[in-house]
Each structure stands twice: as structure tokens, then as C-alpha cells.
């Protein structure tokens, strides 16, 4: 199951959902926006806005979980991924990966996420006392999501 | 007619978050981002400079990819979501 959203969502209720069949392993994942203080001028992180492309995110997203799907034996998937403002602590995605063993489900999810953060458009911008502020994307995340053969 | 859209800072920049353009003469991605470019300013520093990606109806694409009319092109800078 994949939602784009603007609502929170709760990590518990999302587990459970999961358990269906083939559950012998359950992985989650959350990313939540981090706190970041500033010794600058420019303050303290204080939310970020997620932008994404209505349409192709969603296909974007199923396509990861399907090359999941395809090369792991894989019972329930959920992602999740918020869009609007988020405050600083607030929850911006979740994936979860049941499997009958715990390596598929660790390496799925895991696979999941450096193929979200390098392929899926969504964009962030942070906001600071400052000002707004669009987030370069990370070398370190292209390397990450090259490792998968 | 192209369906042309900007996302995110690209969209920012450039001060407009897409437009319709005639298809003539422009068969690939490349072609269409060097018609943008050639308006100058920031359209040809950011459509230049080989950091902003596009997509041809949703799915991802190249310069090598052809664009017909009728097409959604999308031009954004690189993803950082997750």
C-alpha cells in the first residue's frame, strides 16, 4: 500500500495493518525531520515543506516497491510519505516490509529507502527564521542507492 | 501543444511553474530544453548546466528522449525526499 498525505500516521496502526500473511519478519522504517541548530544568523530549523509531482510520485513509488516485490519474496509492503509542512520532530515517512525471514525484510526496506530518496520527486524546503531554503540532494544518497546490483 | 512543468526550486527560479509550448521542431527532451535555454538569463543557467532532471509523461527521462505532442514534460532538480 502506498499513501501520499498531508496527515501524520501512526506507526502502530501501520504495523498492524501489515500483518496479513507471510509475517514471520516485520521491518519498519521511520524518517522524521531532524533537529538541526544553527550557530548562524539564519536560526534554528524550524519545519520542512514537502513538495512532490502529482502523478508521477505515486508512480514513481509503486515502481520501487514492485522492483522490491521482484527481487525479494515479500508479503505485505507500506509506504508512506507525508507532503506539506512538517515540524521539526514531526514524521515525514514510514515503510514497512513484512516477509517470511528477517534478511528480505531488512534489505527491502532498506532498498525501499535509497531508492525513495534518489528517485521518487519529492523536494524539501526548510524553514528558518531566515528564511526559506530549498535541500540540496546528497552525493552520500546516490552512492547508497548505486549499491543495489 | 507541450505541457511543460517546473518543480521546486528550478520552478522558483525561473518564476513560473510550467506553460504550454508549441511542439514544432523539437522531437527530443534535449531540443526542448535548449529552446528553453536559448530565452537566456536563468533559463539557460538552469537548464544548462546538466544538474536538473526531467520526465516525459511521469516516467523519467534523457536528452535522447523524444517528446510528441501532447507530451507532459517536467523539468526538476534533483529529488530529496525521504
Given at each position: 500500500?502506498?499513501r501520499?498525505q498531508?496527515?501524520?500516521?501512526?506507526?502502530?496502526?501501520?504495523?498492524?495493518?501489515?500483518?496479513?500473511?507471510?509475517c514471520?519478519?516485520?521491518?519498519?522504517?521511520?524518517?522524521?525531520?531532524?533537529?538541526?541548530?544553527?550557530?548562524?544568523?539564519?536560526?534554528?530549523?524550524?519545519?520542512?515543506?514537502?513538495?512532490?509531482?502529482?502523478?508521477?510520485?505515486?508512480?514513481?513509488?509503486?515502481?520501487?516497491?514492485?522492483?522490491?516485490?521482484q527481487?525479494?519474496?515479500?508479503?505485505?509492503?507500506?509506504?508512506i510519505?507525508?507532503?506539506g509542512?512538517?515540524?521539526?520532530?514531526?514524521?515525514?515517512?514510514?515503510?514497512?516490509v513484512?516477509?517470511?525471514?528477517?534478511?528480505?525484510?531488512?534489505?527491502a526496506?532498506?532498498?525501499?529507502?535509497?531508492f525513495?530518496?534518489?528517485?521518487?520527486?519529492f523536494?524539501?524546503?526548510?524553514?528558518?527564521?531566515?528564511?526559506?531554503?530549498?535541500?540540496?540532494?546528497?552525493?552520500?544518497?546516490s552512492q547508497?542507492?548505486?549499491?543495489?546490483? | 501543444?507541450?505541457?511543460?512543468?517546473?518543480?521546486a526550486?528550478?520552478?522558483?527560479?525561473?518564476?513560473s511553474?510550467?506553460?504550454?509550448?508549441?511542439?514544432?521542431?523539437?522531437?527530443?527532451?534535449?531540443?526542448?530544453?535548449?529552446?528553453?535555454a536559448?530565452?537566456?538569463g536563468?533559463?539557460?543557467?538552469?537548464?544548462?548546466?546538466?544538474?536538473?532532471?526531467?520526465?516525459?509523461?511521469?516516467?523519467?527521462?534523457?536528452?535522447?528522449?523524444?517528446?510528441?505532442?501532447?507530451?507532459?514534460?517536467?523539468?526538476?532538480?534533483?529529488v530529496?525526499?525521504?
Open positions: 500500500m502506498i501520499i498531508h496527515e501524520d500516521f501512526d506507526v502502530a496502526a501501520e504495523y498492524r495493518r501489515l500483518c496479513n500473511r507471510d514471520g519478519a516485520v521491518v519498519t522504517f521511520s524518517g522524521n525531520v531532524r533537529e538541526e541548530k544553527s550557530a548562524g544568523r539564519e536560526g534554528d530549523l524550524q519545519a520542512l515543506y514537502l513538495e512532490h509531482y502529482p502523478g508521477m510520485t505515486e508512480k514513481a513509488l509503486q515502481n520501487i516497491v514492485d522492483q522490491a516485490g527481487r525479494w519474496s515479500l508479503g505485505g509492503v507500506t509506504v510519505h507525508r507532503i509542512e512538517i515540524p521539526v520532530g514531526g514524521q515525514i515517512v514510514f515503510v514497512g513484512a516477509s517470511g525471514h528477517r534478511g528480505e525484510a531488512f534489505a526496506c532498506e532498498f525501499i529507502m535509497d525513495l530518496k534518489t528517485r521518487a520527486p523536494w524539501k524546503r526548510e524553514r528558518r527564521a531566515s528564511g526559506e531554503r530549498w535541500v540540496e540532494a546528497k552525493h552520500s544518497d547508497k542507492a548505486a549499491r543495489w546490483k | 501543444m507541450l505541457n511543460v512543468k517546473y518543480f526550486s528550478l520552478r522558483d527560479i525561473v518564476s511553474d510550467g506553460e504550454q509550448l508549441e511542439a514544432n521542431g523539437v522531437g527530443t527532451v534535449g531540443e526542448l530544453r535548449d529552446l528553453l536559448e530565452r537566456g536563468v533559463w539557460a543557467e538552469q537548464l544548462l548546466d546538466g544538474r536538473n532532471l526531467a520526465a516525459v509523461n511521469q516516467q523519467m527521462a534523457s536528452a535522447e528522449t523524444p517528446v510528441a505532442d501532447g507530451d507532459e514534460v517536467a523539468f526538476f532538480p534533483p530529496t525526499g525521504g
